[in-house]
């Protein structure tokens, strides 16, 4: 299935194939629906992708490293007009986000060693969080206890403690907060993706995304991503927020709402 957004007025034909849930794709998107550029995503259900594969479409010369995500980039301003094929959400996030930046911006390569570092930190920080959580959803009760305590006492707190910390420490330096006029960045879309995945797994969370919470600076730097405008059009337009998270049949929307009713609690953050 294709969707295509926003107005062509870009310089780049920019596609993106990946399959029809969320997961690794979460935060390439928001880059995508933020930046007001065209688009095209291709979404490969996982019965035809095995088709592809046991027909020899699935090469490092169509899909690198023989997985999806996958971004295919043609620059209209040249005379070639040759494909540039990327795979991999970091090296995707990367590049979209300096293609992406508007004139007179201040691309993330320009900044000092230790601020490019410290965003580097946060961002694969937070796609580790994801992924490693997302491979939990394999097993039907992985969001009932006790593995459901796992999750949250030993891997999702972790997480969000060390990233309020890390941006407490980049603010110092840098903008961490996006204001509206301000262009979003693969640091945002990093972490917003991983909160919005948290605060679906566990509801009680957003308490502690408040100003009187214990992560207030996550919630702000959340809140400032998912209300923005283009951000807001394109998730309700393609109902995002109803697709799966993973490929597994216990990583739906509807399977993740129903695990979070029944043990999600408001004692959640008690003695942290």
């Known amino acids: 299935m294709f969707v295509t957004s926003m107005i062509s007025t870009s310089r780049y ?33 996982l019965v035809k992708w095995g088709e592809m594969k046991k027909t020899g479409q699935v090469t490092p010369a169509t899909f690198p490293y023989g997985g999806v995500p996958v971004l295919r980039v043609t620059d209209k301003s040249s005379e070639q007009r040759s494909e540039f094929l990327l795979g991999e959400t970091p090296a995707i996030l990367s590049y979209l986000e300096e293609i992406l930046s508007p004139p007179g911006a201040t691309l993330n390569k320009e900044l000092p060693l230790q601020t490019r570092a410290r965003i580097q930190m946060i961002r694969e920080a937070s796609m580790f969080f994801t992924n490693r959580v997302w491979q939990l959803s394999v097993e039907k009760d992985w969001l009932a206890p006790p593995s459901r305590d796992k999750i949250w006492k030993a891997i999702t707190v972790r997480y969000l403690r060390n990233t309020e910390a890390a941006l407490r420490e980049l603010q110092k330096e840098t903008k961490v907060v996006p204001a509206e006029t301000d262009r979003l960045t693969t640091l945002h879309a990093t972490v917003a993706a991983a909160i919005t995945f948290i605060t679906q797994l566990f509801p009680s969370a957003q308490r502690g995304l408040t100003s009187g919470g214990d992560f207030p600076l996550c919630g702000q730097l959340w809140m400032a991503v998912m209300t923005r405008p283009r951000v807001v059009t394109y998730w309700k337009e393609h109902t995002i927020a109803e697709k799966a998270w993973t490929i597994t049949e216990y990583g739906t929307a509807e399977w993740i709402a129903r695990e979070a009713a029944k043990y999600d609690s408001a004692s959640l953050l008690a003695k942290l």
């Open 13 to 45: 034909h920019i596609h993106i194939t990946y399959f029809p849930v969320r997961a690794r794709c979460e935060p390439v998107l928001l880059i995508l629906a933020d930046s007001g550029t065209h688009f095209e995503y291709e979404e490969v259900p």
